[in-house]
């Protein structure tokens, strides 16, 4: 089924036609102009071009302003939650394990065994304190989850080059060091490479230890996986590209897959120096 | 070669200097002289195109679809000497400049969409456009050429720029385009390629004809 943009009639309803613009689709083009002529949807080509400019501009507005509420303090929110959640979850989860293990025969530790005593029945007053203590761990746990999988997503959509480099959750958790994305965008890239070092990096500008090599970023395979002496090089290239990613992201928005390649070949140099 | 309709060359600030202009609003602090608007090829794949010297069979007034439109930059000169101008591009934040381009342009049309998937557009961009302008700067720049060819005229022409970083940044850009023009066979004739040096590094530029 082929339709044009303009197939609802009204030429004055922009709002109606602005959403069949940004919902609609086709299988091919056609000569819209004129079967829109044709239909009575408009009295010439001028008149219809009209209407698809104000259309268009109507879309583009609406999408531009609905995929950017996706914003970065949306997601710097979001993962201090989730930073929240794993405090209260394990926190609770180590309450439920001491109180149930005193009443229960079997026993055990963390959110795991959280779960098997919410799916108990309880027998008498002070099991159902338990049983509901442990079902709110449960459902923190599972909330957790679900959060996790939102900051994932809008990562992507907030910083798709930084995700792209550093994986979603590492990027999102480099937007929340920082503050923001823009905060991120205007860093220098050494202090990308210690964001969340904070502690190791005043107490070597004290002057009682060397100076951290990084800071979250090391959760990347790129630092982890690449031998100690290299590490510190390999967690400096990865904190230049995480740092033009995020400018990239902020000012510019529009997606540089070569980002990636040009990551992967400088590691390699790196990761094949010794091996000389 | 000649010029499209609506392009000249223009001295701007009292230099000897000529430059590409066209005629509109003033789009991103570009400089303007009796309404004529320096249009900098080292900012723009089509004015290097232009600056090259390539045929690409614009003559002014035609029917373009441009995909990879970004802030607007080259798509507000397109739209000065164009006639409908579809300008697709698929991120947020330069679509917001793209709609002040498009605002003291009537027949200028944003459309925030993936030029991957031309189906998404094809209920609002006509048939048989005169040309297909790209810059895009993703993975798979042919397939995007080829997939939207269906939106072109037995006679009109595609007028890309393909960037060989955006395909594979280890390999040689020469052995990048071979490929490209390769892939482009499945749809086009290509009639004409040159490399954009010294406006863009890596770029080709490429006019082709559909089969």
């Known amino acids: 089924m082929t339709q044009g943009w303009f197939a609802s009639g009204d030429a004055e309803d922009v709002g109606a036609l602005s959403a069949s613009v940004r919902e609609g689709s086709a299988d091919a083009p056609a000569d819209w102009p004129n079967e829109a002529v044709s239909a009575g949807f408009a009295e010439s080509p001028d008149e219809y071009y009209d209407a698809l400019h104000a259309a268009t501009v109507a879309a583009a507005r609406t999408e531009v302003r609905e995929r950017e509420r996706a914003s970065d303090q949306q997601l710097v929110h979001a993962v201090r939650g989730v930073a929240d959640l794993t405090d209260t979850v394990n926190e609770l ?40 203590l442990a079902e709110r761990v449960r459902d923190l746990a599972n909330e957790r989850a679900d959060l996790e999988a939102y900051v994932e ?16 959750t590492l990027a999102a958790q480099l937007v929340e060091q920082a503050g923001g994305l823009e905060s991120l965008a205007k860093m220098p890239s050494g202090t990308v490479q210690v964001l ?16 951290p090599k990084h800071g979250v970023i090391y959760v990347h395979e790129y630092v982890r996986g690449t031998r100690p002496e ?23 928005g529009d997606r540089r897959p070569e980002l990636e390649d040009e990551l992967d070949e400088r590691i390699e140099r790196i990761r094949s120096r010794g091996d000389e | 070669m000649s010029l499209p309709d609506g392009v000249e060359r223009r001295a701007f600030d009292g230099s000897e200097e000529e430059w590409l ?61 164009a006639g409908p101008t579809y300008a697709v591009e698929f991120a947020p934040r330069p679509v917001r400049d793209l709609l002040d381009v498009a605002e003291s342009r009537p027949r200028l049309f944003p459309l925030l969409k993936d030029a991957r998937k031309p189906e998404t557009y094809a209920h609002v961009v006509e048939a048989d456009v005169d040309a297909v302008v790209q810059d895009v700067a993703t993975r798979g720049q042919a397939r995007v050429a080829t997939e939207n060819a269906e939106f072109l005229a037995d006679d009109g022409r595609l007028v890309a720029a393909f960037k060989a970083r955006s395909e594979d940044v280890t390999r040689d ?16 004739e290509v009639l004409e390629t040159q490399r954009l040096e010294p406006y863009h590094a890596d770029h080709l530029g490429v006019v082709a004809r559909p089969k």
Do not use: C
Request: hydrophobic share 40%; proline share 5%.
């Open chain 1, 93 to 132: 989860a180590e309450r439920v394990a001491e109180w149930a293990g005193s009443l229960f025969d079997e026993s055990g530790t963390g959110v795991e065994y959280a779960r098997e005593v919410a799916a108990r029945d309880p027998e008498d007053v002070t099991e159902e304190r338990v049983v509901s």
């Open chain 1, 153 to 168: 997503e809008q990562a992507r959509v907030v910083a798709p080059n930084l995700s792209m480099l550093a994986g979603p």
């Open chain 1, 196 to 211: 969340g070092a904070e502690d190791a990096l005043f107490a070597h500008l004290r002057g009682h230890a060397p100076s």
């Open chain 1, 230 to 252: 290299e590490r510190g090089s390999a967690a400096r290239a990865l904190a230049g590209k995480l740092s033009i990613a995020a400018r990239i992201d902020h000012y510019a």
């Open chain 2, 21 to 81: 202009a066209t005629q509109g609003e003033p789009a991103y602090g570009e400089p303007v002289a009796d309404g004529w608007r320096r249009w900098n090829p080292n900012r723009s794949k089509l004015g290097a195109m232009f600056e090259h010297e390539m045929e690409t069979g614009l003559a002014g007034g035609e029917t373009v679809l441009y995909l990879g439109a970004a802030n607007g930059t080259t798509v507000s000169h397109v739209a000065d000497f």
């Open chain 2, 173 to 188: 850009p020469a052995d990048v385009f071979d490929d490209v023009l390769a892939d482009l066979e499945s749809a086009y």
